[in-house]
């Protein structure tokens, strides 16, 4: 006949080894993301941190231009000029922008640690 015992303080040895791995996880993902991230200002990459809620890693970029860098956006309409830049003959009010291509810093930066 076979017996079961239940060890609680091996299943406490379990959980801090998970905690341990999701850490070194995560630092490895912040840090490759931070890496990854396009940078213009620097301002995206330095916004970027690693909060651990129980097992689990979260890595977030804190800018509201975050999400557009890692998806993209589509082509859209700009109408809150006026908009000038370099060889434009004169200032327009209204532009359509013909999108941002995604860069995916967050995603590649999980793949690339190993997640």
């Given at each position: 006949?076979?017996?079961?015992?239940?060890?609680?303080?091996?299943?406490r040895g379990i959980d801090r080894a998970i905690v341990d791995f999701m850490e070194d996880l995560g630092e490895r993902v912040k840090n490759a993301a931070m890496g990854l991230a396009?940078?213009?200002?620097?301002?995206?990459?330095?916004?970027?941190?690693?909060?651990?809620?129980?097992?689990?890693?979260?890595?977030?970029?804190?800018?509201?231009?975050?999400?557009?860098?890692?998806?993209?956006?589509?082509?859209?309409?700009?109408?809150?000029?006026?908009?000038?830049?370099?060889?434009?003959?004169?200032?327009?009010?209204?532009?359509?922008?013909?999108?941002?291509?995604?860069?995916?810093?967050?995603?590649?930066?999980?793949?690339?640690?190993?997640?």
């Amino acid at each position: 006949m076979a017996r079961i015992v239940w060890h609680e303080e091996g299943f406490r040895g379990i959980d801090r080894a998970i905690v341990d791995f999701m850490e070194d996880l995560g630092e490895r993902v912040k840090n490759a993301a931070m890496g990854l991230a396009p940078v213009d200002t620097g301002e995206l990459a330095s916004s970027i941190r690693l909060e651990m809620r129980g097992k689990t890693a979260i890595i977030s970029a804190n800018t509201y231009y975050a999400v557009y860098q890692e998806e993209g956006t589509g082509p859209h309409r700009m109408d809150d000029g006026p908009y000038n830049w370099p060889g434009a003959t004169h200032p327009v009010d209204e532009v359509n922008h013909p999108g941002n291509p995604a860069v995916h810093y967050l995603k590649n930066a999980l793949y690339s640690a190993g997640g």
